[in-house]
C-alpha cells in the first residue's frame, strides 16, 4: 500500500498559475493526475512513468500543463499554466506499480489515489 499526499490547490484568475505536488509514502511507481468536475466523470490529465520518466497528456492540457518529478521519484508535481475555467475541478493523484502503456489514460486501472484538492479559476 502506498499513501498520497497532494497540496498545492487553490483559487486562480484565468490566464493565471498553479503548482500541484503530490507525495507517494513509497517508491517505484507510475504517477499522474486526474481531474473531476461536478457532474463528469473523472478525466485523465498527465503521467509520469516510473521507468524513463516518460510523460503523458491529455490534449486538453497538452502546452499548458507540465508534469515532473524529484530525483527520489517520489513526489511528481504539476505545473498548469495558462489556466481557463474549463480547469476548475478536484485534482486528484494517483499512482500504480504496474500500470500498462495502454491503460495510463484510463482511471479504473490505477490502485491508488489521493484525497484530491480543489482548483478553482476565475474568468
Known amino acids: 500500500q502506498v499513501q498520497l499526499s497532494e497540496s498545492g490547490g487553490g483559487l486562480v484568475q484565468a490566464g493565471g498559475s498553479l503548482r500541484l505536488s503530490c507525495t507517494a509514502s513509497?517508491?517505484?511507481?507510475?504517477m499522474g493526475w486526474f481531474r473531476q468536475s461536478p457532474g463528469k466523470e473523472r478525466e485523465f490529465v498527465a503521467v509520469?512513468?516510473?521507468?524513463?520518466?516518460?510523460?503523458y497528456y491529455a490534449n486538453s492540457v497538452k502546452g499548458r500543463f507540465v508534469i515532473s518529478r524529484d530525483s527520489a521519484k517520489t513526489t511528481v508535481y504539476l505545473q498548469m499554466n495558462s489556466l481557463k475555467p474549463e480547469d476548475t475541478a478536484v485534482y486528484y493523484c494517483?499512482?500504480?506499480?504496474?500500470?500498462?502503456?495502454?491503460?495510463?489514460?484510463?482511471?479504473?486501472?490505477?490502485?491508488?489515489w489521493g484525497q484530491g484538492t480543489q482548483v478553482t479559476v476565475s474568468s
Open positions: 494517483v499512482a500504480d506499480r504496474s500500470i500498462i502503456l495502454s491503460s495510463l489514460s484510463l482511471a479504473s486501472q490505477y490502485d491508488f
Open positions: 513509497g517508491s517505484g511507481y507510475t
Open positions: 509520469i512513468r516510473w521507468s524513463g520518466g516518460h510523460t
